[in-house]
């Protein structure tokens, strides 16, 4: 039965024969015995976010936070990979896994797992959608669970511009030049 929790339970029985084919019998007779009832455990995992789709500008990180749900009957351990990682870093993006395991994720309970992204650091205009492919698998009974986050690409990207070096840059050349202009003055 689905949903049933692993565990051991024992019960009980007690009989007591007052009829035999319908005819009363002549002493009434009792027996009593015992047993155990054992559910199987089952693994069933799912993938969830609060955040499935994303806005990023090129040549950016992003840390997307995947809730890893145990919903089977038992602790569980769970693979996390990237189904289509090689797929991306063809493309220029960067990623990395947390941990590409859960380790004994009760049942009904989380595990939260971050991937971080890095887009793509090209040259020009971009306005492009990316799916990122998660899969987990469940340690105890092999099921898996497929989820897609969604990953757009927009902005102008200029490779290796980071502001913090360019407003040091035009400072240092502004001081260059307001000293050049002093000494010309002088």
Do not use: C
């Not at 595990?111 to 990316?130: C, M």
């Not at 899969?135 to 757009?152: H, P």
């Not at 040091?168 to 000494?183: C, G, P, V």
Request: aromatic share 12%; proline share 5%; glycine share 6%.
């Amino acid at each position: 039965i689905l949903r049933t929790p692993y565990r051991q339970v024992g019960g009980n029985v007690f009989a007591e024969v007052t009829q035999v084919n319908g005819v009363p019998a002549s002493g009434v007779s009792n027996a009593q015995t015992g047993f155990f009832v054992l559910s199987e455990p089952y693994g069933k995992v799912i993938l969830q976010s609060d955040k499935p789709f994303q806005k990023v500008s090129p040549g950016k990180e992003y840390p997307f936070k995947i809730k890893v749900v145990n919903n089977g009957n038992a602790a569980d351990t769970f693979a996390i990979e990237i189904i289509n990682k090689d797929k991306l870093q063809d493309k220029g993006f960067s990623i990395s896994l947390s941990s590409t395991t859960t380790k004994d994720t009760d049942p009904q309970a989380y595990d939260l797992i971050t991937v971080q992204i890095q887009t793509p650091r090209e040259f020009g205009w971009k306005n492009e959608y990316h799916n990122l492919d998660v899969r987990a698998t469940s340690e105890l009974e092999n099921q898996k669970s497929d989820y897609s986050l969604t990953i757009w690409v927009y902005g102008f990207g200029v490779a290796g511009f980071e502001p913090l070096y360019s407003i040091f840059a035009i400072a240092l050349i502004a001081s260059f030049m307001a000293k050049k202009k002093n000494e010309k003055e002088l």
